[in-house]
């Protein structure tokens, strides 16, 4: 009997990324169940002042926010010097969740081509109720098995994964402006044997998650950065497409022997300088003792309106079941711009990465996009401390803005924060002590590791890779 | 005028591992070098109470020993909880040096071939004297010019590099059961005009540095682990040899195409898995108050007289100039054992490496050799705390044992520290859930980051590779 060879994994997800299978014929069709996916459930959040919030108190002493459990998340303040930077020294909120969670995608077979286990899932600060979400987002509490409660449906196979079913395994960080060190594992398991998709859950290919991603507010952050460790590089990206366009540059810069500006030999030494160069000192500070910042209408805001603000939510959210529950929320001010500048040297697409410092890194710096702010923030603050490369960016004419879509951030912490994402193409060879430019399959590689790549730039990265996937005329 | 083509760093590197040349033309010669520059310096190191050192107090309430200005280090306690383990708790003091410090060789090309700037240096812990280490050993105040004081020669090399002269910037952890989150860049950086070895350096080339790994106690850790961050891998190491012979298995596992038995994918998501689901806990404790511990005869001892002390000695160095200082170190019990074991499978050596947990590593877990221990310690605890593998390597058969010199630790902060470091071969597919076998290229991928490959197993891949590049008889 000849023994039986399978396809070795990286064809699969080449072959679920380009193949026209899947579940559902047509967008209107995947539309139809995600409408009935929504219309099962439902959520209220209501903003509640933070005094007000059923299960959470203020800390007599330091006013830092906890739950009465101990568990969740805590709210407290931090002391931030940057010395090197325009704003030297700041303090702000944070939230502190110290636990490492699981955000998954269940992938199987479905008639020769691997699937997603994707899901319809409403959070609390989603502005737009329901988002397209991993199969998975578990605490280390719910993984565990420390405490009871409902279990989270699908949540065993990513506990107890082991072997050569598990095909993405890297805890990478989340925002570091919001987040104090919060690490997620970023986990995509295939199934060992037959699984149903229950309600609200549905089968995807990896092109029709990717062709989502032209929809605004649709795949949220939690898939999108699962996505981005997927171990989709290589060579196979490159496929037949009209020679020296954009697209097909791109394709080609997800195979290492393509080559690039600087070896990765050279990018790695670059991150070892700015890691130990930027002198970043954060310091806990009582969340009831901020400069700068006033408690007031049940929320906490900054004195000048800007940047983000604390505040209140009492949820109730009914499906198969009912709950409810109260929690506090980081709300951003105003809608960020998160933007590649992107280059075509010597026929390899590069990104414009910059080595930034967020005080929530776990080491110091990461690479982000070429720009992540929320521009209005910085109408108060000196010209120097303006972004660089932001005005290209905004500048920049239709014919070189390769994606622009406005994507949502992590429904479950933040109350409508919401960012355009943007890829800019570029002919100028700018050059900046903090920024390099960085080839796609290097950005692959970096990805294998925890802490090199943002969680902006993951996402970046995956809306990038969906334009080589996706049918797409080129411009 | 044709283009001057730069040979590639890495013929550079394997010319220079394998080359003839060099400053001393016979081993003699060397010696002769290192007695002269041995007699040119002196140091004593004189044991005194913790009590009685000049410039260092115990603080009032906690009784943690620190220098009055605030600078070198500081000795607190730490308790540790590591519930999986068969000792499952315990309380320890542990050196706190959080400064990121410079361990740099410079090295330059003298008729035509890379050498290294090595020094004969004496520290107070090294139990023979002078020791052959990098071209520099600089804590973060010297390299950031923050203190006045004598200079530390050849360290502009290092502070102002940048771009191609640097050949290797990565950040490492050293001892992690005796420091708390100790990180040193190691840095190789190729000296841009004309350099001249001052009194007590000299210039060897990698060969015979290598060659001197076969010597006790004379290559430093501080060297070692600066060289095993070189990127000397590749299919270069594979010369001609007797085929099939364990040398020639060993110089081609340098190759990555060589393969592996477990693609480095999986060895990733393993260490992802052993770093999420090991739940160690520490937390700093008073020194003072360290239970199991007791401060007896000015030092500081567990009870049972096993694992190690904290000393005073006071230090008397005469050189060019004369200084004299008075410090605290941590003085070992007993010579460890540190091991690999190595298999050869399909045709590529493997080294069998454990995902260890030390209280004092930035990241919960690193590779260390398969065997890291002193025996000695083990004799009070239950049997099943004795390490996996330690019986195995101690009875190893002379023609099994590919290496075994005794090399010391950081004489700096360690009295008298050394381990006898071993690498048995093994024929027997051995198995246990905190072990991988890795492949010696994957170890090299490995070293290219930060926090992988701890100080004892990056000696030891140091060690195995001075067999490859120093003429040797196959057994």
Redesign the interface.
């Known amino acids: 009997m000849p023994v039986r060879t399978r396809t070795p994994l990286h064809e699969r997800l080449l072959a679920s990324a380009f193949g026209a299978g899947g579940r559902f014929a047509t967008a209107a069709e995947f539309q139809d169940w995600l409408a009935r996916a929504a219309s099962r459930t439902s959520m209220e959040t209501r903003r509640v002042p933070l005094a007000g919030l059923t299960g959470w108190r203020a800390d007599e002493r330091t006013g830092d926010l906890r739950h009465h459990s101990g568990r969740f998340f805590r709210v407290h303040g931090l002391d931030v010097r940057l010395p090197q930077q325009v704003v030297p020294s700041w303090s702000q909120p944070i939230i502190d969740q110290p636990e490492?969670g699981v955000l998954g995608i269940l992938v199987k077979e479905i008639d020769g081509t691997l699937h997603c286990l994707m899901q319809a899932k409403r959070e609390p600060g989603n502005h737009n109720g329901v988002q397209l979400s991993p199969t998975v987002q578990a605490t280390r509490s719910n993984y565990t098995r420390v405490h009871q409660g409902r279990a989270v449906p699908y949540l065993e196979h990513f506990r107890d994964a082991?072997g050569?079913g598990?095909i993405?395994?890297?805890?990478q960080s989340e925002q570091g402006a919001w987040f104090y060190r919060k690490r997620n594992?970023n986990m995509v398991v295939e199934a060992a044997g037959d699984v149903e998709a229950a309600e609200g859950f549905c089968w995807l290919t990896l092109g029709q998650v990717h062709r989502l991603m032209a929809v605004p507010d649709l795949v949220n952050m939690d898939a999108r950065t699962v996505l981005a460790c997927l171990?989709l590089a290589g060579p196979g990206l490159a496929r037949s497409r009209p020679p020296g366009g954009f697209l097909d540059t791109l394709a080609r810069s997800y195979d290492p022997a393509a080559g690039s500006h600087h070896p990765t030999?050279?990018i790695?030494?670059w991150i070892?300088?700015m890691?130990?160069s930027t002198d970043l000192h954060t310091r806990p500070r009582p969340l009831g003792d901020l400069p700068g910042w006033r408690h007031a209408d049940g929320a906490i805001t900054h004195d000048s309106g800007r940047f983000f603000g604390v505040i209140g939510v009492s949820v109730r959210a009914q499906g198969r079941e009912v709950a409810a529950w109260d929690q506090p929320m980081i709300e951003p001010v105003g809608t960020g711009v998160v933007a590649f500048l992107v280059r075509r040297i010597d026929g390899v697409l590069h990104v414009l990465m910059h080595a930034r410092a967020e005080p929530g890194y776990a080491d110091v710096i990461e690479l982000a996009p070429t720009v992540q702010c929320v521009p209005g923030n910085y109408d108060l603050l000196p010209d120097a401390a303006r972004p660089p490369f932001l005005g290209l960016v905004l500048a920049a004419r239709p014919p070189e803005v390769r994606y622009d879509t406005i994507l949502s951030e992590e429904g479950g912490r933040f109350h409508r924060a919401r960012n355009r994402y943007l890829v800019v193409e570029t002919t100028e060879d700018l050059s900046h002590p903090e920024y390099r430019w960085v080839a796609q399959h290097q950005i692959a590689e970096l990805l294998?590791?925890?802490f090199y790549v943002n969680v902006q730039a993951r996402s970046l990265y995956v809306c990038l890779t969906s334009l080589v996937t996706a049918p797409h005329a080129e411009p």
């Open positions: 490492i082991a050569p598990v993405a395994d890297i805890r594992r171990p030999g050279e790695l030494r070892t300088e890691r130990t294998r590791h925890s």
